[in-house]
């Protein structure tokens, strides 16, 4: 919120829109910031989705709540986006940073968690995938790309939610631009680092991953993705107890993520399917 708040942009023509999705307890934030609460857990797309319907500007920017913006990163957005008119949305680049140490890791996993976290190397700078689309932590459109494609998909888990939006936008000749200048940082606290911060975001990050795999790809291909998880479980369970790593115990339940999501994206495409026949 501070660095939200300490943007370099004129005052009053920016306002800052905090969506509470069923905190508890509930976000607390500066008096001059609006809050749309839940009331319950319902996912990030449909956050987005309720703070694009409060919104009143044309141009929506979605920021994830681990993130903090230098004070020109506003500034950079929207002149990047006045820059390309025509596009419907923007993606701006975020760099991983490492406030926590996990514990409990070898020292071969723990330096690769160094080398991520380390400012100015490839492997913290998160841009745009190869498949074009950009991320939702760094994220913005115009409200005309929601008026013609529609909202967010909230039946879709978290990670990798908002692609299904963005390959709307593509699939009706809508253009994604990345903002390279328009950066902020993508933070790891030391909650995070936990060994439970670790098994939670990796068990979500593997089942939001499958389920959008399956919006891309034919059913024969994602069943033979059923096979690869329980193939890949038993190494990295191996390694967590050969080198007493948890990053191996990270890595199965990863796994585990990406067999769920699978199973769950055959599911998805067997109810669309069926609907489509009848």
């Known amino acids: ?53 409060a919104a009143l500007s044309d141009l929506l920017i979605f920021v994830d709540d681990d993130i903090e913006a230098p004070p020109g990163w506003l500034s950079e957005f929207v002149a990047g986006a006045a820059r390309h008119p025509d596009a419907l949305c923007f993606g701006g680049r975020a760099i991983l940073r490492l406030e926590g140490s996990p514990s409990g890791v070898c020292a071969r996993c723990l330096e690769r968690w160094r080398v991520a976290g380390s400012y100015g190397g490839e492997d913290e700078v998160e841009g745009p995938a190869r498949a074009g689309w950009v991320m ?17 998909d909230e039946s879709l888990p978290i990670y990798y939610e908002e692609i299904e939006w963005q390959d709307r936008v593509k699939a009706m000749g809508g253009e994604i631009v990345y903002l390279p200048d328009a950066l902020l940082w993508h933070r790891r606290n030391a909650a995070a680092a936990s060994l439970h ?9 593997g089942r939001g991953e499958m389920v959008a795999y399956s919006l891309h790809t034919s059913r024969a291909r994602l069943a033979r993705a059923l096979l690869g998880p329980p193939a890949r479980a038993p190494l990295s369970l191996f ?27 055959l599911l998805r495409s067997r109810g669309e399917s069926l609907s489509a026949r009848s």
């Open 197 to 205: 911060g670790r098994l939670t975001k990796a068990y979500r990050r």
């Open 136 to 152: 939702g932590v760094n994220m913005g459109v115009r409200r005309t790309a929601l008026d013609k494609v529609g909202l967010f």
């Open 239 to 265: 390694h967590a107890c050969r080198y007493r790593c948890g990053e191996g115990l990270v890595s199965a339940v990863h796994q585990a993520g990406k067999f769920v999501g699978t199973t769950e994206g």
């Open 1 to 53: 919120m501070a660095s939200l708040q300490a943007q370099e942009f004129p005052e009053g023509l920016f306002e800052i829109i905090v969506v509470d999705d069923g905190s508890d307890p509930p976000a607390a934030v500066p008096d001059d910031v609006r809050v749309v609460p839940h009331g319950r857990p319902i996912g990030s797309n449909a956050a987005r989705n309720t703070g694009a319907r």
